[in-house]
């Protein structure tokens, strides 16, 4: 047992991304094949399946060398049957995930939300190892995140646990959030939020900004623009930022006061703005906690694309049998 591998897979929208790695977490191959989204994503349990096996001979190794699959889909999750309730981008609804990719491959499945094994990952050998107590934040297109207690997941009553891009933030007169919501974290700090407030600055005022020309040019402003321009001492993408960070860094307190956590991880495509983006999170946190609390790491995540792969394959060593 002690030399077979785990496979973790990460589906995506765009591609699935797969990895074989041994039980002390290191990588000892990994791989993408595109999301066939065709006929309502029909197809995807057999090409995964398919593309383990190809990757097998390709690495002179067979079947028996796998103890299992872990694997994260977007969307909730029902932990009974591991189907996935619904997948809009995949065209998935009530999608019997588990059941279709055992029976195409062979191997045992477990299954979870992607931002979940996402945090698994960053617990087992990313920015957070050697906590078993851990908040992961995403900060993508949306704001994701998961939440670890004592080693795992936290799920809640029906799948929903550590929905922190759904914490409300701007009480009244919030902006409309896809959850059906208004004033969510994720209309702020995510990348599309930071997009929308540097519009609505720019068409505040006339105040001079690097933005601008972006702005006239039928609207091409990006969060990377923002953040770039936050760096260069730009008032008006720095004035995004604080109230970005403030928001942040009040949500964050907030579940650091029921959670207590050792560690705070960020990652996602923002978390790319390193310190412009951590700093002031770290001050805002520290102004909103409680000071029992104030001991927990926030730093940013390490694992990038691999946090996924790293995670489904910790969610098959500890579900499976192997710890």
Known sequence: MENKWLVGVD??????????????????AKWEIATNIKENGQHIPKEIAQSIDEKLVELNEVKDKLI??????????????????????????????????????????????????????EMWTGAGEGSNDL??????????????SNGK???????????????????????????????????????????????EELKRSNEASQLRDYYNENNTVTAKLVLDAAKENDDVAKRVMEFVTLHLGLALANLANG????????????????????????EQFSRFAFPKVLGAEITIATLGNDAGVIGGAWLAKTKLGTK
């Open 11 to 28: 589906i995506g929208g765009t591609t699935i991304k797969m990895a074989f790695l041994n039980q002390e977490g290191h990588l000892v």
């Open 68 to 121: 299992g699959i872990g694997i994260g889909a977007p969307g909730p999750v029902d932990f009974a049957t591991g189907s996935i309730e619904v997948a809009v981008n995949l065209g998935w609804t009530d999608f019997p995930l588990k059941e279709l990719l055992e029976k195409e491959s062979g191997l045992p499945v477990t299954v979870d939300n992607d931002a979940n094994i996402a945090a698994l990952g």
């Open 135 to 148: 908040i992961f934040v995403t900060l993508g297109t949306g704001v994701g995140g998961g939440v670890i």
């Open 153 to 199: 997941i936290v799920h809640g009553m029906n799948g929903a646990g550590g929905e922190i891009g759904h914490i409300t933030s701007i009480i009244e007169g919030g902006a409309r959030c896809n959850c059906g919501k208004n004033g969510c974290l994720e209309t702020i700090a995510s990348a599309t939020g930071i997009v929308r407030l540097a519009v």
């Open 259 to 282: 959670l207590n956590p050792e560690k705070i991880v960020i990652g996602g495509g923002v978390s790319k703005a390193g310190s412009t983006l951590l700093n002031p999170i770290k």
